[in-house]
């Protein structure tokens, strides 16, 4: 049984560095790595705090408050997760499961065969959305095809990148352009937004984790917790090389160039084109697993609305046809469309990270409320501002703009973190004062 385990754990562990890992999470480290030049180390640290010890405890959060993400957002309100989940599926549908495919056709394929005819795209595309369908609608092993097949290819892709960093490096860490390096990486890695990834993926691990007859609470945190430190590690050593890569480039690359361009001339100056064909192949793979892992989430919540009505494969069918359709009018369009959204859940979602984790210090669900309502109303004009930067919308609020911009760290993006503390205690005197009940604790129920 402990043998079985180990291998649970480290299958889990793989499937979920796999989802996490996406196309752009290749590009961001080798951008702070040219920034911090040769303060690199603290560059790799404040990348390590924020983009991955950060979403990795959005996992943690959901499976510290209970057995999936209700047991979490009830402390809000009875319907808040339904909500989330339909803020989530707008951005899958349109957001960031068609740039997976986009992007894997317009930077793997092509990084591959550069002189493909156009059509060459669509049809990849439809190769590449069949292969995740396929996987995506094995709802019971969807977890463990990713972390048993898809994953190893990606992993050994990046680990040879990361080996020849170091084997046959092209410099030392040199320069930089940033005052504070920990600061810069840590607010640039933040930005990536993978906390809500932890939210949103949570339960297909749950589920997987369940459906290998993990049947207590305890033994399910147990083999999750370990797998989410599984993930950790991958993640560090791919980030830290591919951050190191970059700090190495500072003679030969303007910190100030396209990222993805960045990262092509960066991994051809390794080992010539044969490097690029390996990464090529880790772009491929990384929106890959990340499309079926993400197929498979919202395909589940479809499932729940419809109370199993529709059978899962229809359903996994039809949400891949719509990214299909979505992902072949190119990047560009996806990130019009998906900015807006993605503004609008992340606040939310780290609040939520937080308040799950450090759950013994929240007093009651006033708190919750308090933190959670605040910070959701402050990112509603959020993303406004960003749909109105993308062109969707044309309407001006100079008086609300600049009264966002008196708050205390509004111009780090940060204009929702003072309202949401104040949310909180405020949340929690009230809710104190008028001698309300909480939700009880769902991990009493399930120990």
């Given at each position: 049984m402990k043998q079985s385990r180990t291998k649970d754990i480290f299958v889990l562990g793989f499937a979920m560095f796999a989802i996490f890992f996406g196309a752009g999470n290749l590009i961001f480290p080798p951008s702070i790595g040219i920034h911090s030049g040769g303060d690199v180390v603290w560059g790799i640290a404040g990348m390590t705090l924020t983009g991955i010890i950060f979403p990795m405890l959005a996992m943690y959060a959901v499976v510290n408050m209970g057995t999936d993400f209700y047991d979490l957002s009830c402390h809000i309100n009875s319907w808040w997760h339904q909500l989330y989940r339909v803020i989530g599926l707008f951005i899958v549908l349109f957001g960031t499961i068609p740039r997976c495919g986009a992007v894997a056709a317009e930077t793997g394929l092509r990084g591959i065969a550069p002189d493909l005819p156009d059509w060459a795209n669509v049809v990849f595309l439809v190769i590449f959305f069949a292969l995740s369908y396929f996987f995506a609608s094995n709802r019971s092993k969807v977890v463990d095809m990713i972390g048993t097949y898809a994953t190893p290819i990606l992993l050994v892709a990046l680990l040879i990148i990361v080996v020849m960093v170091f084997?046959?490096?092209i410099g030392t860490p040199t320069g930089g352009d940033v005052d504070n390096a920990f600061s810069y990486s840590m607010l640039t890695a933040y930005n990536t937004g993978d906390i809500p990834t932890g939210l949103i993926c949570a339960g297909v691990?749950?589920?997987?984790?369940?459906a290998k007859g993990y049947n207590t609470y305890k033994d399910q945190k147990f083999v999750l917790v370990r797998s989410i430190l599984v993930s950790l590690v991958i993640l560090f050593v791919v980030y830290g090389g591919l951050c190191w890569l970059g700090a190495c480039g500072t003679p030969y690359f303007d910190s100030g160039m396209d990222q993805t361009a960045l990262l092509n001339g960066l991994v051809e100056m390794l080992a010539g084109r044969a490097s690029?064909?390996?990464?090529?192949i880790a772009v491929i793979f990384a929106c890959f697993t990340t499309a079926s892992g993400m197929i498979a989430t919202v395909s589940d919540w479809i499932i729940d609305w419809t109370k199993g009505k529709i059978p899962y494969r229809i359903v996994a069918f039809v949400v891949t046809l719509i990214i299909f359709l979505?992902?072949?009018?190119?990047?560009?369009n996806v990130l019009v469309i998906s900015g807006p959204l993605f503004t609008l859940i992340f606040p939310m979602s780290v609040v939520m990270t937080v308040l799950g984790v450090c759950k013994k210090l929240v007093p009651n669900d006033g708190a919750w409320k308090g933190a959670v309502y605040v910070a959701s109303i402050i990112s509603i004009y959020d993303a406004f501002v960003t749909a109105r930067s993308n062109g969707l919308i044309s309407i001006e609020t100079e008086a609300l703009d600049n009264l966002i911009a008196m708050i205390p760290l509004s111009s780090y993006g940060f204009d929702w973190l003072i309202p949401t503390i104040i949310g909180f205690v405020v949340g929690a005197v009230i809710w104190k004062v008028l001698g309300k009940e909480s939700k009880p604790d769902a991990t009493l129920a399930s120990t």
């Open positions: 084997a046959i490096p691990f749950l589920g997987s984790v369940k690029l064909v390996i990464l090529a979505v992902a072949a009018t190119g990047v560009s």
